[in-house]
């Protein structure tokens, strides 16, 4: 079991920028890894995700402002979040996709607003 740790939350005011973090207790390379959030009052869901080889793949919602990476070496993975809008707001979760017997973490929540 791999546990995820992320980090890097905060306030920004609409149109700023933050980078999130994400360390893993265990070996990633064999995982495709993804971002996931969750808004209050709403279900977890997917934003963007890196395969193994380093493919990424975006929901509509944040393509062209999100940008995901990963680094086996350090078995961590960023999200650097651009033009944030207040639809942004949510708890941000790190995990590999399928999630499987890994196990999440406790998030690190990002307000938008002014």
């Known amino acids: 079991q791999i546990q995820f740790v992320e980090s890097g939350g905060g306030l920004v005011q609409p149109g700023g920028s933050l980078n999130l973090s994400c360390a893993a207790s265990?070996?990633?390379?064999?995982?495709?890894m993804a971002w996931y959030r969750q808004p209050p009052g709403k279900a977890r869901e997917w934003v963007a995700m890196?395969?193994?080889?380093?493919?990424?793949t975006y929901v509509d919602d944040v393509e062209g402002r999100f940008t995901i990476s990963r680094d086996n070496a350090r078995n961590s993975v960023s999200l650097r979040m651009n033009n944030m809008i207040p639809e942004d707001t949510a708890a941000y979760y790190c995990?590999?996709?399928?999630?499987?017997?890994?196990?999440w973490g406790q998030g690190t929540q990002v307000t938008v607003s002014s």
């Open positions: 890196i395969a193994r080889g380093g493919t990424t």
């Open positions: 265990g070996d990633i390379s064999y995982y495709v």
């Open positions: 995990a590999s996709r399928p999630l499987g017997r890994n196990l």
